[in-house]
């Protein structure tokens, strides 16, 4: 695997957490091909004020693989701030 298809650790964070994903080829792409080095890849996590104050997702799949995730917002008004508790809960049998 060479590229975007190379896992960059993005297994460590849940799918409901993200709001979008940023991808920004640097210059030593036009000079080395697809597989320059420099770049970055950045993960933009959901807003805790855009989020619904409780979401809850299960998953399973054929594999074995289950998870749970759970997002608590809470929003205050004076001062005008959000916060965000999260958790991801998975659990994998057989391989």
């Known amino acids: ?9 993005f297994e460590y964070i849940p799918g ?18 697809n597989t320059g080095i420099t770049g970055q ?4 996590i959901v807003k805790p004020d855009l989020d619904k104050p409780l979401f ?6 054929t594999e074995g693989r289950g998870e749970v995730n759970v997002h608590l917002n809470k929003r205050a008004k004076r001062p005008p701030t959000a916060s965000c508790s999260t958790a991801h809960l998975w659990k994998t049998t057989g391989t």
Not at 1 to 9: D, E, L, N, Q, R
Not at 41 to 44: C, L
Not at 56 to 61: A, G, L
């Open 41 to 44: 890849v950045n993960a933009e």
């Open 16 to 33: 409901t957490w993200l709001s979008g994903v940023d991808l920004a080829k640097g210059a030593s792409t036009v000079k080395n091909g």
């Open 56 to 61: 809850v997702n299960v998953f399973s799949s």
């Open 1 to 9: 695997m060479t590229g975007i298809a190379t896992p960059f650790a």
